[in-house]
């Protein structure tokens, strides 16, 4: 098990930033690729950013490519999710997961761990 624990979310105009966090309990958060992933109301579950072990390769949704910033300190057991230039359509609860294996890392079947969410609320 690896208890994931998110944090930083809350309520923003648009066009302001927010940083999200992660920590992982246990001292293996190293071994896992982390992700991020949303999910609005009434949609689906959708990936949002991955980064590996070691920080060494990122990913990213297109719609988020050049506004959020994923990065992981694994001294600290922690993710983060720096989100720029926010829009009323980024509104939604943000979920971190971990995952133990390589693979697709925008395929939500694939994590093994999931946090409980952090609200995003974007106003216009």
């Known amino acids: 098990q690896v208890p994931l624990v998110e944090s930083g979310g809350g309520l923003v105009q648009a066009g302001g930033s927010l940083r999200l966090s992660c920590a992982a309990s246990?001292?293996?958060?190293?071994?896992?690729?982390m992700g991020w992933f949303r999910q609005a109301p009434g949609k689906g579950r959708e990936f949002v950013a991955a980064i590996t072990w070691n920080g060494g390769s990122t990913y990213y949704a297109d719609s988020m490519k050049g506004r959020f910033t994923i990065s992981r300190d694994n001294a600290k057991n922690t993710v983060y999710l720096q989100m720029n230039s926010l829009k009323p359509e980024d509104t939604a609860v943000y979920y971190c997961?971990?995952?133990?294996?390589?693979?697709?890392?925008?395929?939500?079947?694939?994590?093994?761990?999931w946090g409980q969410g952090t609200q995003v609320t974007v106003s216009s």
């Open positions: 997961a971990a995952r133990i294996y390589s693979g697709t890392y925008s395929r939500l079947s694939e994590y093994d761990y």
């Open positions: 246990g001292r293996t958060f190293s071994n896992y690729a």
